[in-house]
C-alpha cells in the first residue's frame, strides 16, 4: 500500500492549558475577555477553577458555577448585560440571578424572577465536558 491510499486517523482537537498563580487570576478580567468574545461572534468555552465561561456566535456569554448550579448572563445578543462582581486580591463575590441545567442540546435557565428559558445552539458538550474536568 503507498503512503496515498493510506488513512490518517483524525485527531482530537488539542486544548490549551496554562497555570496560573493566584496573583495572576482576575475574574473580572475573564468576564471581561468572555464578553468581548460574544461581541466578535467567538464562540469559545473556558474554565477558570470551578468557573466555566462560554460565549456564542450569536453574541451571547455566559458565567457557570457547575457546582451550586448558579448561571449569570454576561452578554445577550451582542449586548453586555448589568452585572455585579466585587473582587479584591484575596476574595471575590459574584450576583448570581440565575440557576441552570442542561437536558440535551437544551441550556434551561430558570432567572430569579421566576422566568424559565430554554435556550438551544448553545455548547452545551463542551459545558458539560469543561464542568467534568472542573471538578
Do not use: H
Amino acid at each position: 500500500m503507498t503512503d496515498s491510499n493510506k488513512r490518517r486517523k483524525a485527531r482530537a482537537p488539542r486544548t490549551k492549558r496554562r497555570t496560573l498563580k493566584r496573583k495572576q487570576i482576575s475574574i473580572t478580567d475573564e468576564v471581561n475577555y468572555i464578553i468581548n468574545l460574544a461581541l466578535n461572534s467567538n464562540a469559545r468555552v473556558v474554565t477558570l477553577g470551578q468557573l466555566i465561561f462560554f460565549s456564542t456566535g450569536t453574541g451571547d456569554a455566559w458565567m457557570l458555577d457547575p457546582e451550586d448550579g448558579l448561571a449569570l448572563c454576561l452578554a445577550r445578543d451582542g449586548e453586555k448585560q448589568r452585572l455585579r462582581i466585587t473582587e479584591t486580591p484575596t476574595d471575590f463575590s459574584i450576583e448570581w440571578n440565575a440557576n441552570y441545567g442542561i437536558d440535551g442540546d437544551a441550556f434551561i435557565v430558570l432567572e430569579r424572577s421566576g422566568r424559565i428559558r430554554t435556550i438551544f445552539g448553545y455548547p452545551t458538550t463542551e459545558i458539560l465536558r469543561a464542568a467534568c474536568a472542573a471538578r
